[in-house]
């Protein structure tokens, strides 16, 4: 606690202090609020739409007023964080840090595992290369196959266009993970808070980070 230990009975400004658990950071400041959030396709990661299409913020309570970390594209679905912890949204998203994201792709044709080695060993898109961490086939079901995807950066459409590189069509496409955290339990167009345990081990994820540059 701002570089001393702790003992029973101290007391803290948790608008001030530096709280650490094994050096990794815990944010306590009264009013912070991180949501997980299933966003269903036909719903947009923005604040507000011009066009008048359903937004994230329709999924989580209106107060405190909270902001998608990243985004999903209108047709994918899936795990989405949604909070005013600017501390959080930083290590989330930042190519500094890595977090990794983990997708489901459920492409309507067999597909071998030695086919989407190019996912891997990258891929030139017009803003550049792109490379997921991992990539393999996580279940076939004839000719349609579901490959699971882990890319630690998330440009624009950027898993489409690697598909779309590939010849491979999309028929469905989720984010599974977001570094540590997954949720199998909730459904589409639900949202739970993100628990203290989650949190600090998303913080944990830049503090290895850093330690790995």
Do not use: C
């Amino acid at each position: 606690m701002d570089g001393v230990t702790a003992s029973v009975g101290d007391r803290i400004d948790p608008d001030a202090a530096d709280v650490r658990i094994d050096g990794i950071h815990l944010p306590l400041a009264p009013g912070l609020v991180t949501w997980l959030v299933y966003k269903p396709p036909g719903v947009v990661s923005t604040m507000d739409d011009p066009q008048g299409r359903p937004t994230v913020t329709s999924l989580v309570p209106a107060d405190p007023v909270t902001r998608p970390v990243g985004r999903l594209d209108l047709h994918s679905e899936g795990l989405l964080l949604m909070t005013n912890d600017g501390d959080l949204a930083l290590v989330v998203t930042h190519p500094r840090y890595g977090v990794p994201k983990t997708y489901h792709v459920l492409v309507p044709a067999a597909v071998p595992e030695s086919r989407l080695a190019p996912l891997t060993q990258g891929i030139d898109l017009e803003d550049g290369p792109a490379r997921a961490v991992s990539a393999r086939v996580a279940n076939s079901l004839g000719d349609r196959t579901i490959i699971e995807l882990v890319l630690n950066e998330g440009r624009k459409r950027e898993i489409r266009r690697m598909f779309d590189a590939l010849s491979l069509p999309i028929d469905r496409l989720v984010r599974t993970a977001i570094g540590p955290v997954a949720d199998r339990t909730l459904a589409p167009g639900s949202h739970r808070a993100l628990t203290a345990d989650e949190i600090q081990a998303l913080f944990r994820y830049a503090k290895d980070a850093e330690f790995h540059a």
